[in-house]
Nanobody, 125 residues
């Protein structure tokens, strides 16, 4: 399963960036594609995902109201629109896929077997 995240870059606080994750064949049920992020010395942390069957989008509390998850199944691509960026959003952002995620482990890093290479987002103050 090949996932490829892109769209990272340097942006000033308050700005916006849109990340893309190419996930061929993985944007329809039973697959769930999630976004995680990681800062140096820390574990990867959940950002957002749409559960494969529930259709509901879940967000980490730290990004609610600022980030928006979407997907284009025709293009096999998942997006993360990031608005009102803060310096604490600086991280490497990863997309991950799983065909066995449940609503109870949607935000767990260990629930995802397939990962993209990550894209760096840097927010300057």
């Amino acid at each position: 399963v090949q996932l490829q995240a892109s769209g990272g870059g340097l942006v000033q606080a308050g700005g916006s960036l849109s990340l893309s994750c190419s996930a061929p064949g993985r944007t329809r049920s039973p697959w769930t594609v999630a976004w995680f992020r990681q800062t140096p010395g820390m574990d990867r942390r959940f950002v957002a995902a749409m559960h494969r069957s529930a259709g509901r989008i879940s967000y980490a509390d730290s990004v609610k109201g600022r980030f928006a998850y979407s997907r284009d199944t025709a293009r096999s691509t998942v997006y993360l629109q990031m608005n009102s960026l803060k310096p604490e959003d600086t991280a490497v952002y990863y997309c991950a896929a799983s065909s066995s995620v449940t609503t109870s482990n949607l935000a767990s890093e260990t629930a995802y077997a397939y990962w993209g290479q990550g894209t760096l987002v840097t927010v300057s103050s």
